[in-house]
């Protein structure tokens, strides 16, 4: 499949790069946003910011068009049996339009990582060599029912540089349609390539899978979204690809927890936003702290029509739980339901983690200095909290204005992906005449 795309004679031109609708094939589309891609790449960052600006104003300017196709994209959701986990994902309203327009401006804000110094040194021989920034070039993303993502990905992409093609699935593909047709026009209304910024929505399911297989044209590929999609995508393509994860999270509550952070953190972690992937799905509770803590933490989460599943020892304390089982400890629920389970100590915690968890986030609750160390030390995720809700783990909450996503992966990004992790280096070289001896 990647010979074909490589091979196709098309050339992109003057008008292709600023008018990349429909009409334009899947691979001309590819070869459009590489050629955006080598323009971005020396683009200012007053530009690159006057875009992000242009986008801002442009949400909201067509925030009626873009909640009108929104409204059409959930009723095809619900009528097709959507859960109520990926109905909230696809729901934008005012608030969530106006969130998505001040993201874009904290990444406007943000600084420019392209030709930064990674590091550098001036070797004996006079000879001056440095390791800087550079953008991927073509940021291929998969993901499903998120319009968010649509904004976030395409404005950290323009910030760090790069093109972009987005598989934003059929549930959304109607507020998808909006949104990058607004972006779009910003990026031609101040000199960027519209191109930069291309949908492959119409091309449905083949869209995403010759994506997959567009290695030489598409640089990197993030998907986000189910387990089963991401898994999909790591197996089958020969793009290489940043892994997101999902989010099967834990929180332990150690022996020494305070009852009232226990309380709110969880309830915070669970019920503020079940669809997302940082809110928790398991609660490991200290077998010496159970009686003391799980009442009010189980009764604040019942409360909120949380469904509780709970081991023997739970159960006995809140008897309203449903019996956990060895699939209830590996599922992320997206939904307001959670899994409880009490341990003898934080040996067994961390046991239970490392044989469950997907690596996402991780939080203790504690007022012992030396229980926190160890956890922060022998939990491998990629974000490990003490005293504070997993729903911290998101990158506009950590200062990057948006996320790419969140990478469970341990080469080159780990956590909240911003616009540094949206960029690779290359040694430049700086000599005075000087010949190897």
């Avoid at 795309?5 to 899947?26: C, E, K």
Wanted: aromatic share 4%; charged share 20%.
């Amino acid at each position: 499949m990647t010979d074909t795309v490589a091979a196709t004679p098309f050339s992109p031109t003057s008008r292709s790069l600023a008018d990349p609708g429909h009409g334009v094939s899947f691979d001309e589309r590819l070869l459009i946003a590489r050629e955006a891609s080598r323009l971005l790449a020396t683009a200012s960052g007053e530009l690159k910011n006057a875009a992000l600006e242009a986008i801002a104003v442009g949400l909201a300017e067509a925030s009626g068009k873009i909640l009108a196709a929104n409204a059409k994209d959930l009723d095809s959701g619900e009528k097709k049996g959507l859960t109520s986990g990926l109905l909230d994902r696809l729901r934008l309203d005012g608030a969530r339009l106006t969130a998505l327009s001040d993201s874009v401006r904290e990444i406007a804000a943000l600084t420019d990582p392209i030709g930064q110094s990674v590091r550098g040194s001036r070797l004996p021989n006079g000879v001056r060599i440095d390791q800087i920034r550079v953008p991927f070039g073509v940021v291929g993303a998969i993901y499903e029912a998120r319009p968010n993502v649509t904004v976030d990905i395409a404005a950290l992409a323009l910030k760090s540089g790069n093109a972009v093609v987005l598989r934003g699935g059929s549930a959304a593909e109607n507020t998808n349609g909006q949104l990058v047709e607004v972006i779009q026009d910003a990026l031609g209304a101040v000199g960027l390539p519209s191109g930069a910024v291309q949908t492959i929505d119409e091309f449905g399911r083949d869209g995403a899978n010759r994506l997959m297989q567009a290695r030489g044209l598409v640089d990197v590929l993030i998907p986000r979204g189910s387990a089963s999609l991401i898994q999909t995508v790591v197996t089958e393509s020969r793009v290489p690809v940043i892994e997101t994860g999902a989010g099967v999270v834990h929180i332990y509550l150690d022996e020494t927890a305070r009852a009232d952070w226990a309380a709110d953190i969880v309830h915070n972690a669970k019920v503020q936003r079940p669809s997302v992937c940082n809110a928790v799905e398991t609660v490991l509770v200290h077998a010496s702290a159970a009686e003391r803590l799980l009442p009010s933490v189980l009764r604040t989460l019942a409360e909120a029509g949380v469904t509780i599943h709970g081991d023997e020892i739970t159960r006995s304390i809140w008897p309203d739980a449903l019996p956990a089982t060895n699939e209830d400890w590996s599922t992320e629920h997206m939904s307001l339901e959670i899994s409880v389970r009490v341990v003898d100590d934080m040996t067994e915690a961390i046991d239970h983690i490392r044989t469950f968890s997907t690596g996402h986030t991780e939080s203790i609750i504690t007022e012992s200095v030396s229980n926190a160390e160890r956890f922060l030390a022998e939990v491998d995720s990629a974000v490990v909290m003490v005293n504070a809700s997993t729903r911290f783990t998101d990158g506009g909450e950590f200062g990057f204005g948006a996320e790419v996503g969140i990478s469970t992966q341990k080469l080159h990004a780990r956590g909240p992906m911003g616009v540094s992790e949206l960029t690779s280096t290359k040694w430049t070289v700086r000599g005075t005449g000087q010949v190897r001896r």
